[in-house]
């Protein structure tokens, strides 16, 4: 049957009827949603090319604001229920009304969707042979990512390639890290919803070669019995002035039990500046230390100059310590413009200084380099920076975190993928020390040897092997940082650019 010139089957919508109802903007939400499911805590790799495929056909079938649209109502669904979390600190801690907190978490997505707004609005203008928009739209995904997680200094959290820690894409992690992998998947869904079945079965034939890649390019560098404290402070009572002595109690009770060579806290886990602690206090710690080294977390410095979110060592030849460099918009620095908002929450130490001493820890023939919390995010700069150095190259990478702002949900899981992507990248182990979880051990081939459950106090004992050399990533990283793949990312979008510009003065020539 056929009305006006469109054709019809049985039970159904036009086709072209049909085909727009599946590019709906509402639907984009839904499958940014999906897309978080390729994450921790139940990740599922193969997700996340899929959504992306859906994406990329919806987009590519559409006009430039159309496909703009639905890039940002994908980021939108993805972003806002990767970061729903953050909803607990501005709410449950800050004191925030519900409805302004869950507004502050979507409006957070929304400006960082941006990035894909404008990478798939600018794929919808890319013209030429369905390969030229493949390889444009991927490579535009991938400028997305980068720019995420460079500009306006950076918030790569849940960035597309995490997810893929496991799968056959991991293989590629110490040759091309995190950001390369999220081009290599990108290439891979946008071949799948262009239907370019060569360019697709030639990225799997590539996937498949991976596999066979070299995997080791690190050595041992012997072992160390690490003791991980996990003291489980909630953290509405973290700062309660009343409750200060039995969570030093408590934290002095786990160190003195602690079996290792060294002892690491949790980031903050005395959220005091030490010179301002009690010299008691002081004392039983540095009596606890004198069986083995212990890494404290605390904040060094002084209001005149700032203070610094710092791990320091006690009962080591030494002095020693080390200050988070690289710290967490609105929760250690304020934006200019957002202390109205800040302020709002009263967050204790909200406006920290740049830590400046970078150096490892020299400690039972490690070298132990710290990481407090968000840094290890920022494996192409903090991490990077660590190996940079010959002999005196990190080999065990050391995360203290303090998550129990964000409760135990999805949060914890998420950053402990990080930790195995850093650990894939440069084939390094990583011990993470936490407040209420996840504290692990991740061996250097990115696998969970050993973890606490949340949100319950104890000692973690692990024995850690130290890791020396260097991955192609690291080398690469080290010469040149992420221009590699910004590189990659301007010469793939050039061929569809150009066809796409002389399409447009073909058709002026024309009128």
């Known amino acids: 049957m056929r009305s006006a010139g469109v054709t019809l089957r049985q039970g159904g919508l036009p086709a072209p009827a049909r085909l727009a109802a599946l590019r709906h903007p509402l639907l984009a939400l839904l499958v940014g949603v999906l897309h978080t499911g390729s994450f921790a805590p139940s990740p599922a790799w193969w997700l996340q090319p899929l959504a992306l495929a859906w994406l990329f056909w919806a987009a590519l079938q559409s006009r430039p604001r159309r496909a703009a649209l639905l890039g940002g109502l994908f980021g939108i ?13 501005m709410h449950d801690f800050g004191h925030l009304p519900a409805a302004v907190s869950a507004l502050a978490v979507l409006l957070l997505a929304a400006f960082l969707s941006l990035y894909y707004a404008l990478a798939l609005g600018l794929s919808a203008r890319l013209s030429g042979p369905p390969w030229t928009r493949v390889l444009g739209a991927a490579a535009l995904w991938l400028a997305a990512e980068l720019g995420r997680a460079t ?4 918030f790569p959290w849940i960035a597309s390639g995490y997810a893929h820690t496991q799968g056959p894409l ?7 890290g995190v950001y390369g992998i999220a081009g290599l998947s990108a290439v891979l869904a946008a071949a799948l919803a262009c239907g370019v079945w060569r360019l697709l079965g030639a990225g799997l034939i590539l996937v498949s070669l991976g596999q066979m890649l070299p995997t080791e390019f690190t050595q041992p560098a012997g072992a160390l019995a690490v003791s991980l404290v996990q003291p489980n402070i909630p953290q509405d009572q973290k700062f309660d002035k009343d409750r200060f002595d039995d969570n030093l109690n408590r934290l002095s009770a786990l160190v003195e039990s602690a079996r290792g060579q060294v002892v690491i806290t949790p980031e903050s886990v005395l959220p005091l500046p030490l010179a301002w602690l009690e010299p008691t206090s002081v004392a039983r710690l540095q009596q606890a230390a004198q069986q083995r080294p212990l890494l404290l977390g605390t904040f060094l410095g002084n209001e005149q100059e700032g203070f610094v979110n710092s791990l320091v060592a006690l009962g080591v030849p030494q002095p020693y310590d080390y200050g988070k460099r690289h710290l967490l918009p609105f929760g250690e620095f304020i934006p200019p413009g957002f202390h109205w908002f800040v302020r709002a929450m009263r967050i204790p130490m909200d406006d920290q200084a740049h830590g400046t001493h970078q150096r490892a820890l020299v400690l039972g023939g490690q070298r132990l380099r710290p990481l407090i919390c968000y840094e290890d995010l920022f494996g192409e700069d903090v991490v990077a920076s660590a190996l940079d150095q010959g002999e005196a190259s990190a080999t065990v990478f050391v995360n203290a975190s303090n998550l129990a702002w964000f409760g135990p949900r999805m949060v914890q899981d998420q950053h402990l993928q990080f930790s195995q992507m850093r650990a894939l990248e440069f084939q390094r182990p990583v011990v993470r020390a936490t407040n209420t979880g996840a504290t692990a051990l991740v061996d250097h081939e990115g696998q969970v040897r050993a973890r606490l459950p949340a949100e319950q106090a104890g000692v973690l004992e692990v024995t850690v092997q130290g890791r020396r050399g260097e991955t192609p990533y ?14 990659v990312a ?11 510009r002389r399409n447009r003065r073909d058709g002026r020539l024309m009128r």
Do not use: D, Q
């Open 77 to 89: 669904g993805w972003l806002a229920s990767g970061l729903w979390w953050l909803y607990i600190s």
């Open 151 to 154: 500009l306006l200094t950076g």
């Open 170 to 176: 991991a293989v590629f992690a110490p040759w091309i």
């Open 474 to 487: 690291a080398r690469w990283l080290a010469a040149a940082g992420l221009w590699p793949l910004w590189l």
């Open 490 to 500: 301007v010469l793939g979008v050039l061929p569809g650019w150009l066809a796409g």
